[in-house]
Nanobody, 118 residues
């Protein structure tokens, strides 16, 4: 049963923009801090940005000022607007739903590839 579905990845040129979306089931989204992570080949998965139920956001230093995370609670969807993309942003981007402390459950999406060409 797929709980999180990402979309919006693709190939973009240096300096371009993309918007990723992650649609979640309502029962998961309603109690979750939603996050975007990425994993480049040979690298560990790292946090890109996350947003709490209350809308507080947190960003990796490498994306501050370029990426914006937002959530639409009515649509149970979280977005990652990415601008001024760099080749080092190339990775598989994963959506995560963390329901702690309400529940112990953490859910991951299947990932979407983002490739930035120079």
């Amino acid at each position: 049963q797929v709980q999180l579905v990402e979309s919006g990845g693709g190939l973009v040129q240096l300096g371009g923009s993309l918007r990723l979306s992650c649609a979640a089931s309502g029962r998961i989204f309603a109690l979750a801090t939603m996050g975007w992570y990425r994993q480049a080949p040979g690298q560990q998965r790292e946090l890109v940005a996350d947003i709490t139920l209350g809308g507080s956001t947190n960003y990796a230093d490498s994306v501050k000022g370029r990426f914006t995370v937002s959530r639409d609670n009515a649509k149970s969807t979280v977005y990652l607007q990415m601008s001024s993309l760099k080749p080092e942003d190339t990775a598989v981007y994963f959506c995560r739903a963390d329901q702690r402390p309400y529940f112990s459950s953490v859910y991951w999406g299947q990932g979407t590839q983002v490739t930035v060409s120079s």
